[in-house]
């Protein structure tokens, strides 16, 4: 089983944009267009699946909100620090 991470490991391990509400961390961000919004959703679909490990996925126009939790394991653990990163990545290379 995936180990969940306390309270501390979890803020130490936050990323730029990222915020975290209990058992969950999340990040919202604006992009140019709604056509670049879902190119960016079909990456991060993309890695989710290759690390089978599905954010929640908020589409708002330009606005993309994720949501990141191991519902299996009743908490965060490393996977959900790993995909923010690849989705930070995806963010990033725009």
Same mark, same amino acid.
């Given at each position: 089983m995936t180990e969940i991470l306390s309270d501390d490991e979890a803020d130490r391990r936050l990323g730029a944009g990222w915020t975290r509400s209990g058992a969950v961390i999340s990040r919202e961000v604006e992009l140019a267009s709604f056509p670049q919004a879902i190119e960016v959703v079909d990456r991060v679909a993309e890695l989710a699946e290759a690390a089978d490990h599905h954010p929640d996925i908020d589409i708002r126009w330009r606005t *993309? /909100?994720?949501? *990141?939790? /191991?519902?299996s394991a009743g908490g965060l653990t490393a996977k959900d620090f790993s995909l923010a990163a690849q989705i930070d990545s995806v963010i990033s290379g725009l």
């Open positions: *993309l /909100t994720f949501r *990141l939790s /191991t519902y």
